[in-house]
């Protein structure tokens, strides 16, 4: 659910319009004669398998994790079938002592394999555990020896199309019962613990008393975000429950300390609602993404040798996928804004083992800009207060004190009264990105017929690109990120819902002005917002006459929505992937493979 005045009821007309608009145009083809009309019916693909879910089926969606977890292989330091056997050693270990709890036997579970997986269920294995607790791969049907025991059964497929990537099932929700030791933690560790995280010190918020090492207890997330800092008593607020666990702390020496001073390990969760593997000690070689996420780098399909720009790069999921499918040669500039996010992403390629990026810390705004000189500097600042959005998604979350939300307002009553102390950290911030775009004008545009002079062990500042040199651009643009799972409560602000698509557009404009002609872009968020999605990609052509969409090989997902501007033709090369669609099951995303035409200099 949605706690933000207006952003729910603004989505929901959003949606029910483009709903509502594919039913008109679906009984328009249904009825028609027309050959040309006949012909995009035999295109295989059905013009409403979009829009056959509601908005209340997509919130419930979203509540719950994907049925699969998708794991990529790290292709730079091993191959599909070494990582298969590494994962099952693993989930192996994970199983040597296992509890037998009561819950419901995944033989009586209804089936949570999507449909790519029954199409391989030849390719599929199984780690099982025999009556010795010993793990082994054996064929997808092998039966479990004890059925009803906790995380006794894992299924690894490789993915039919994706000769890179791993789906392990989840299953769930599992009947627990509640104990009377809890404890509360906040939403964001709650959304994890869903995804197969145990609970970490700094998540947790209440706990009753008398709890020690080992104790038993069951888990809820705190949905309103009021339980206060150790609170002994039953939590009264709006909770959900994540199953039970095993403390690994004492309340007494727990809450002696801030929240800010403690660390590690706090509940080994036992019984969760939903089991999911944890895996993420093995991210140098086996990568946790989402299926949409990896299906990014082979629309854009970058062949070795070559220069890629991603603009909107941390965290690094998709650049270290890049760099991959390019065998770690060619250019890769991997483009952030804040510094930290930067800092951050560089230590994880480098652990991922990518050699190719170049880490730059920049303003994707103003990388490629129209013309040099004072105006163009007053533009960027002009373009800065009217578009500059602060996102809600945990992989775009912006972190540099210069990102600012813009308040969209037509009257003068709604223009905030700032403090005087505000007003400096205004004049601060207007002073701060004043200097960076001068420096950024100073800048020598960036020759990529040549080698980078540029040591790829630091992080770069600033970076400037010709009109018409790049010729693979990936731009996984700062969304509202409304396609996350799963997520109990959206705090998605209306004001930053409105703003994203102006946002992305000005991005989007950028990405245009960079690309070679016969170059390939892609556009990606993780929203089912039709606005941040298909109305991005409309504003595009509309704009760019020079702009077109070009089919996408590998489709997994859906066709786009009807939105204005955009043909039936355009609607069928783009791809978007809706939470509660009944073809497959996976976070909320969508993805545009445009081009430039090559008459266009």
Not at 172 to 184: K, N, T
């Amino acid at each position: 659910s949605f706690v933000c005045d207006g952003a729910e009821d603004h989505l929901r007309k959003v949606w029910q319009k483009a709903v509502d608009s594919d039913r008109k145009v679906a009984a328009t083809i249904a009825s028609s004669t027309s050959p040309s009309t006949k012909d995009n019916l035999e295109k295989g693909v059905a013009i409403d398998c979009c829009c056959t879910s509601s908005f209340d089926d997509i919130l419930r969606a979203l509540a719950t994790p994907p049925k699969t977890t998708c794991l990529r292989v790290n292709t730079l330091v091993l191959s599909r079938e070494e990582a298969i056997e590494v994962l099952a050693k693993d989930l192996s270990r994970n199983m040597e002592s296992p509890t037998p709890f009561s819950s419901v036997p995944l033989h009586q579970q209804q089936s949570t394999s999507t449909s790519f997986e029954n199409n391989q269920q030849s390719t599929a294995t199984t780690v099982a555990t025999t009556t010795t607790n010993e793990a082994k791969v054996a064929p997808v049907s092998a039966p479990t020896t004890n059925p009803t025991t906790f995380k006794r059964h894992q299924v690894i497929t490789p993915h039919p199309l994706l000769d890179d990537v791993l789906t392990v099932e989840v299953t769930g929700p599992h009947v627990r019962d509640e104990l009377d030791a809890f404890v509360v933690v906040n939403i964001g560790c709650g959304m994890a613990v869903l995804r197969g995280a145990d609970v970490f010190a700094p998540g947790i918020m209440g706990c009753s008393k008398g709890v020690t090492v080992g104790t038993r207890l069951s888990v809820y997330a705190d949905l309103e975000g009021c339980c206060r800092r150790g609170c002994a008593l039953p939590y009264e607020g709006q909770k959900y429950f994540l199953g039970n666990g095993v403390a690994q702390f004492n309340r007494v020496e727990f809450f002696r300390k801030e929240q800010k001073d403690v660390c590690g390990l706090a509940v080994k969760m036992t019984e969760p609602i939903y089991e999911t593997p944890c895996l993420g000690h093995l991210s140098d070689r086996l990568i946790l993404q989402n299926l949409p996420s990896c299906v990014v780098a082979h629309v854009l399909a970058p062949k070795p040798h070559t220069t890629v720009v991603d603009m909107c790069a941390a965290p690094g999921g998709k650049t270290a996928h890049i760099a991959a499918l390019m065998h770690n040669t060619g250019r890769l500039i991997s483009i952030e804004r804040s510094q930290k996010r930067a800092e951050a992403m560089k230590l994880w390629l480098d652990t991922l083992h990518v050699t190719c990026a170049e880490v730059v810390k920049a303003d994707s705004k103003k990388i490629c800009p129209l013309e040099s000189g004072p105006a163009n500097h007053q533009q960027d600042d002009r373009d800065d207060q009217k578009t500059t959005t602060t996102t809600t998604t945990q992989q775009h979350e912006r972190e540099e004190a210069g990102d600012s939300t813009t308040m969209s307002s037509t009257s003068v009553d709604a223009i905030p009264i700032l403090s005087k102390k505000a007003k400096q950290q205004k004049r601060r911030k207007q002073k701060k990105r004043q200097k960076e775009s001068q420096q950024q004008q100073a800048l020598e545009v960036e020759d990529l017929t040549q080698p980078s002079t540029h040591s790829k062990s630091a992080i770069r500042k600033g970076i400037r690109f010709a009109p018409n040199s790049v010729e693979y651009i990936l731009l996984d643009a700062p969304c509202s990120g409304l396609g996350q799972r799963p997520r109990l409560v959206n705090t998605s602000k209306l004001v930053d819902i409105e703003s994203a698509p102006q946002y992305q557009s000005s991005l989007m404009d950028v990405a245009v002005r960079m690309l070679k002609p016969g170059g390939r872009l892609v556009y990606s968020t993780c929203s089912f917002n039709p606005e941040e999605n298909e109305g991005v990609i409309a504003r595009c052509l509309a704009k760019h006459k020079n702009i077109q969409l070009l089919p996408q090989i590998l489709r997994l997902g859906d066709v786009g929505m009807p939105y204005e501007g955009l043909s039936h033709s355009d609607r069928l090369n783009l791809q978007r992937f809706t939470p509660s669609s009944p073809s497959y099951d996976t976070i909320g995303f969508f993805v545009a493979l445009l081009t430039k035409r090559e008459d266009t200099y």
